[in-house]
């Protein structure tokens, strides 16, 4: 019975994991191709970033809707319906012949993208042993990193074999065999709706459980980890550059060593997860010291040639808190509203990852590249206040 038990939730666990690494590729495998498509539809690159923008704004407004329907319909359905989205979002840009279409893409894609969180999240809580969670959540971060590693190397592959459009579409027929393989296995991804095993609340009390400390303390916890991370992700080479005086090349390495720390240190965080029950120490605890990191990145105590290790450190201390943060909200979740409350909670990243981009390409046209770094640091500190005002326990 064990082992049956282990292989139904490394199932589970691995076909949640492919659909939101998935989600993950097609968040950037339009933008690496932003060079070919300014030249070939003659637009701006402000233009251009304006999808992007859309399309997180999109995703950030409808993520909680996202997660009242999931507690509504049902999980499974809801996330094959952004499966299905994401990749007509991919086909729709692969026949963009003008801006327009691109930014209809966009709004697809954003609406698309917005279902993983609440979908995953409701599914993981309900199917998988929860002495296992831990390993659930880590693998599930994981596999987001893996599909960000992805989408460059195959868009950049496909465009320059086949062209831009055709790399999208590739994108996206890459995308419906993965759907269609999830959906081939849905027996395994079924969880009763929520609102069905709790009978009917009302919107005024999901508004409450939304609107109440726990929650929004979650909310906020998220907004400031998607700050930082933007900042390092959009901006971290051009930072390095203008701070270190470093090479493109060491500052594109050194921001791949962050992104890989960021793996390794959620894998690891998995088994600390699965071990010690107090996940807010967890949490604490890696962002203190991220912060720290980023403090001497900033102050630039160090020469260009510690960049690399000092970001993979970086990313590691902070990587090691994803599955603990992720317990954190389930434990804050009263019964029968995971989808919506992971669905708010986890908009806070689309909400951080709209309002900031500005703010910090403002910094470097200033001229004031350690304030990007600095105000990582401040990111990080306001989670770490978010997680000791945190009630660790919602009464039920």
Request: aromatic share 12%.
């Amino acid at each position: 019975m064990t082992a049956h038990a282990l292989r139904r939730d490394a199932r589970v666990i691995g076909l949640v994991a492919l659909a939101h690494g998935l989600s993950h590729f097609y968040q950037i495998a339009t933008a690496v191709l932003f060079p070919l498509i300014r030249e070939d539809l003659g637009v701006s690159y402000a233009a251009l970033g304006a999808t992007i923008a859309l399309y997180y704004v999109v995703s950030g407004v409808c993520q909680t809707l996202a997660g009242f329907a999931v507690d509504r319909f049902g999980a499974r359905r809801v996330l094959f319906g952004g499966l299905a989205l994401c990749v007509a979002g991919a086909l729709l840009a692969g026949l963009a012949r003008d801006y327009e279409a691109l930014l209809a893409a966009a709004l697809i894609g954003g609406l698309g993208n917005s279902v993983f969180h609440p979908s995953d999240f409701a599914i993981l809580n309900a199917r998988v042993d929860p002495g296992r969670l831990g390993y659930a959540f880590s693998w599930h971060g994981i596999a987001g990193f893996l599909g960000y590693a992805a989408a460059p190397g195959f868009s950049a592959g496909m465009a320059s074999a086949f062209g831009w459009r055709s790399a999208l579409l590739a994108a996206a027929a890459l995308g419906a065999v993965v759907t269609a393989f999830v959906i081939t296995q849905r027996a395994a991804l079924y969880v009763e709706p929520a609102d069905a095993r709790r009978g009917a609340g009302g919107l005024a009390a999901d508004v409450q459980v939304l609107m109440s400390t726990p929650v929004l303390m979650c909310f906020g916890y998220f907004l400031f980890i998607a700050v930082g991370f933007i900042a390092i992700q959009t901006f971290g080479v051009a930072t390095l550059i203008a701070l270190y005086g470093a090479s493109a090349a060491l500052a594109s390495a050194a921001l791949t060593a962050y992104l890989l720390g960021a793996a390794a240190g959620i894998f690891t965080g998995g088994f600390i997860a699965a071990r010690f029950q107090r996940h807010d120490r967890v949490a604490v605890s890696g962002m203190l010291v991220s912060a720290a990191f980023m403090f001497v990145l900033a102050a630039a105590w160090l020469p260009a040639a510690m960049l690399a290790p000092l970001l993979a450190a970086t990313g590691f201390a902070s990587g090691i808190t994803n599955p603990s943060r992720d317990l954190i909200v389930r434990t804050t979740t009263p019964p029968g509203a995971t989808g919506k409350v992971y669905g708010f909670v986890y908009s806070g990243l689309d909400v951080g990852s709209m309002v900031t981009p500005v703010f910090f390409g403002w910094l470097l046209d200033e001229g004031r590249a350690s304030a990007v770094f600095y105000s990582v640091v401040v990111a990080l500190m306001l989670t770490v206040l978010t997680v000791i005002n945190l009630p660790v326990r919602w009464s039920r």
